[in-house]
């Protein structure tokens, strides 16, 4: 597990680092005295826990977790109990630590972090393992949704093309975009649906998936555009 310390006071932040290097589980990853120093290391990085003190010099903890897009565990740490309250009010607050806190109390609050991130990590698995069985030529195939390229329809048939496979049998694209993630999957031509997470490169009206280059349909390059964030 993966963390950072924002506290702008020594004392506590070496009290942290302390406790952490007891823990050879969690790795430090960078340690801030404020707010707009962390902001950058967002900007690039992730961690899986914030230490974060609530009264910084430019911008209060609360605040500051309200300008993280996606925030990671948050451990609260601050010598003000009156916060606690407003402070559990933000889903991503795991724990609250009043100063002075002891080894034991920070470890509680470790365990904690580390129950939020076990059940994040497992449903990410879960979500990534998602599969449907194809029965083709009276051969049921199990199909895992991630490693789909993409779908091409020919008439009326459907071929699925995936890291390993092409299996071809009566369906329609229709059909398809009600059982694929929409979050993962976008139909981009009349003929195509692909999986974005391979897409490597867009040129003129084709894209490419790893190496295979599909045509993209006037009325669907918006979308897909828009689903790729390319302004």
Known sequence: MTCIIIEDELPA??????????????????TFQAAIEAHNFFKTQTADVVFLDINLPDISGLDFIKTIKNPPAIIMTTAYPDYAVSSFELDTIVDYLVKPFGFDRFLKAINKAENVTEKEDHSQTETSEDSIFLNVDKTLHKIILDNILYLESDRNYITVVTKT????????????TEKLPKQQFIQTHKSYIINTNYVSKISGNEVYINTQRLPIGRTYKADLLKKLRIV
Request: net charge positive.
């Open 165 to 176: 496979q092409r299996l071809s049998y009566i369906d329609s694209l229709k059909n398809w």
């Open 13 to 30: 932040q070496n009290l942290l680092k302390n406790y952490l290097s007891k823990l050879p589980n969690v790795k430090l990853l960078g």
